[in-house]
């Protein structure tokens, strides 16, 4: 409601100073493919910031204001979704130019796109027409950390742009990621089975170790904002030391008043260790 | 997940049981008023000053919180992210086991 106020007033006193500043231009519609995307783009950071403006105020404890905020947001995700269509109109019109690979980045960088029809479409133009183009790398960092669940529609188009670009792309830093994606499905259904008690359990966790290691051997020095090495050692420790049935290795520390203890101290019991936080 | 841990621990406090945190909180002091309030007695290591990207959690490869796992009086890992009534359900097995031996 505060802002509602606050949001008139500014209006008035923009339309005064539009009036005296800005002319009306005849046709000031965008018109090139990429005058048009950074349209798109625009109008959806603009939605997408005045989402979070009225969100920040409301009270996560009233029940209105939560039924409010679920209602903005889904507001937001339509006017998010059409832009994203729109942005795919602009590929699909020429998927291997500069601004189609410009539309497909800019979609495949929001993980929301993986769970929508417009994303799977958007990977499957990526992994034909832009499989090759380094400036993927920021783009399969996304992707590679949050590659579309098997049940997903997107699930083969997201694998296969993964593959095209661990294959084709001459940066890296873009393979690293694309290969720590693929890598990770192995680790993804290691820990589903390990969680179902599958007979092939096993097996799948030594397949898992089996790709960690080459993405290791390959891609453990490559740099990147995130270090595809210490992924790959922390997913690897995790699967020699951490599954159901290994002793626990032993965490050596100190407690919140700063005394010295050790998790074997408590051997002979049965533990419940809780990584937890405040927050 | 503090009131249903409260209960385990008071409820097993005459078993061989222990709930050990490992704490990411980055302010000690802050966090200790918070213990207080939420009258959180069990023990927990400290991450250190690094919070969630403490070396902790960055051993275990943790990237969600909260993470659990539950041990047998052997020190072996039997089940992973356990949380509330299935936490307790967990620990309660293996103090079965664990007497039965």
């Known amino acids: 409601m505060r802002r509602w106020f606050l949001g008139a007033a500014l209006g008035l006193a923009l339309a005064v100073s539009a009036a005296a500043d800005d002319p009306p231009k005849k046709d000031d519609a965008p018109k090139t493919p990429a005058e048009r995307l950074a349209a798109i783009k625009k109008e959806t950071a603009a939605a997408q910031a005045e989402f979070y403006k009225v969100v920040r105020d409301l009270d996560d404890k009233k029940k209105e204001d939560v039924e409010k905020a679920e209602k903005l947001y889904k507001e937001f995700g339509k006017k998010q979704e059409a832009g994203f269509a729109a942005a795919l109109e602009i590929a699909k019109a020429d998927p291997k130019s500069d601004v189609g690979f410009d539309a497909l980045n800019w979609m495949l960088g929001n993980q929301r796109t993986y769970y929508l029809p417009a994303g799977k479409t958007a990977l499957e133009l990526a992994a034909v027409h832009q499989a090759a183009n380094p400036k993927l790398a920021p783009t399969m960092r996304m992707l590679g950390y949050f590659v579309p669940h098997e049940s997903a529609d997107s699930h083969a188009a997201a694998v296969a742009l993964l593959k095209a670009v661990t294959e084709k792309n001459p940066n890296r830093v873009a393979r690293a990621y694309a290969a720590m994606g693929l890598a990770g499905l192995a680790v993804r259904r290691s820990a589903a089975a390990d969680f179902k008690k599958a007979a092939d359990a096993d097996k799948l966790a030594a397949a898992a170790e089996t790709e960690l290691e080459a993405v290791l051997k390959e891609y453990g020095d490559s740099g990147g904002t995130v270090d595809v090495g210490d992924w790959a050692k922390g997913q690897l420790f995790e699967l020699r030391n951490l599954r159901v049935g290994k002793v626990a290795p032993d965490i050596a520390g100190e407690d919140l008043d700063e005394v010295k203890f050790k998790l074997s101290d408590y051997r002979g019991k049965v533990v419940v260790i809780d990584f937890w936080g405040d927050w | ?101």
């Not at chain 2, 980055?26 to 200790?32: E, H, T």
């Not at chain 2, 008023?33 to 990207?53: A, D, Y």
Request: net charge positive; proline share 5%; aromatic share 8%.
């Open chain 2, 1 to 101: 997940m503090y009131p249903h841990e409260r209960s385990l621990v008071e409820k097993l406090k005459d078993k061989p049981f222990a709930l050990i945190g490992v704490n990411s909180d980055r302010d000690k002091a802050k966090l200790k008023k918070r213990m207080e309030e939420e009258k959180i007695t069990w023990r927990s290591f400290w991450n250190g000053p690094e919070g969630t990207g403490g070396p902790i959690s960055k051993k275990w490869n943790v990237h969600g919180w909260p993470t659990t796992y539950v041990l047998d009086h052997k020190g072996v890992i039997r089940f992973k992210n356990v949380r509330d009534e299935k936490m307790e359900k967990a620990v309660e097995e293996l103090l079965k086991e664990m007497e039965g031996n």
